[in-house]
């Protein structure tokens, strides 16, 4: 692959990362604005509240930038950093079409685990070094967040790498068939409910939880720094969304997949990230202790159980 090359794919990737977690915040407005009655977000701009995003990122761009005077100053301006930059990392490797990625590792699988799972370490970052009890107790939720809902994810994509005989994510797609939709559905709702709670969304929103933590974590955080924190949400919601629609929906295989098959990953992706929105909507937030309860007494041994079920699938040769 020549220099030019590889450059103009980082470029796409970097490109992608910044406009598809913005499309992401935007549907995630006008899902929430329609489902909850919510008429703010429909007005700004004109048709359908077309500005609304615009807006957004204009009061973050103003607002100045504080930093509070015990907090550690380091620590505390690199952690929306690691927060956002491990997800642009994560989708580098993601592939949207046969042969399309910005870098094609034989061992994707894993760098996408291993990237997401450090994205979660800025919100800890964060809640250490801001000097705030309430951003202590978020970044210390976040921890234990962390590693609870980690294990169901690893379990659910041993599974779908198990099943398809690689660890290289475009191997898993064109593996993909049909019955998989089946055979790997009990893995599939552990990893998407696991990978909505890793993002900290609602209703696992505990180590931010603003009626008991202000904003836990980002408390102390203004400005640009505060909307970064946020694009790692949505950037998060864009990778396992992606990641979801490559392994357990197939990716690029559909009609006239040849050409148009960019465009099924990117759909199917849109549907993943619709239906994260919905929870959102839909459920209230849940207690710490049932938090945990959900991951170690169900999650976990639900993908423990896909991983005994596809191993003896294929074994027999299913």
Excluded: C
Aim: net charge neutral; aromatic share 10%; glycine share 10%.
């Amino acid at each position: 692959m020549s220099a030019l090359e590889v450059t103009l794919r980082a470029l796409s990737a970097l490109a992608a990362f910044l406009v598809l977690p913005l499309v992401v915040g935007q549907a995630e407005h006008k899902v929430m604005a329609h489902m909850q009655g919510r008429l703010g977000p429909m007005y700004a701009g004109g048709f359908h509240g077309w500005a609304q995003l615009v807006a957004d990122g204009v009061k973050f761009a103003q607002k100045e930038d504080i930093v509070p005077r015990a907090a550690d100053r380091g620590v505390f301006r690199l952690a929306p950093a690691v927060a956002l930059v491990p997800y642009l990392v994560a989708l580098a490797v993601l592939p949207v079409h046969p042969g399309v990625a910005a870098v094609d590792v034989p061992g994707s699988v894993l760098v996408v685990l291993a990237a997401t799972a450090v994205g979660a370490l800025g919100t800890l970052m964060a809640g250490w070094s801001s000097a705030n009890k309430y951003s202590l107790i978020g970044g210390l939720r976040a921890a234990a967040q962390l590693v609870s809902y980690e294990l169901p994810i690893v379990l659910a994509v041993a599974s779908v790498a198990i099943a398809g005989g690689s660890l290289s994510l475009m191997a898993l797609a064109d593996a993909w068939t049909p019955w998989w939709l089946l055979w790997q559905l009990p893995g599939a709702v552990v990893f998407l409910v696991a990978g909505v709670a890793e993002l900290q969304r609602p209703p696992f929103d505990m180590p931010i939880a603003d009626a008991e933590l202000v904003m836990g974590a980002w408390t102390e955080y203004t400005g640009l720094r505060f909307a970064f924190f946020l694009l790692a949400e949505y950037a998060g919601i864009v990778v396992v969304s992606v990641l979801f629609a490559v392994l357990w929906l197939g990716g690029w295989q559909g009609p006239f997949d040849d050409t148009l098959g960019w465009l099924w990953t990117l759909l199917k992706a849109f549907g993943v990230a619709i239906v994260v929105v919905w929870v959102r909507v839909s459920w209230p937030r849940l207690r710490e202790d049932q938090l945990q309860r959900l991951a170690w007494l169900w999650l976990v041994p639900l993908g423990l159980l896909q991983l005994l079920l596809t191993g003896v699938g294929v074994v027999s040769g299913w």
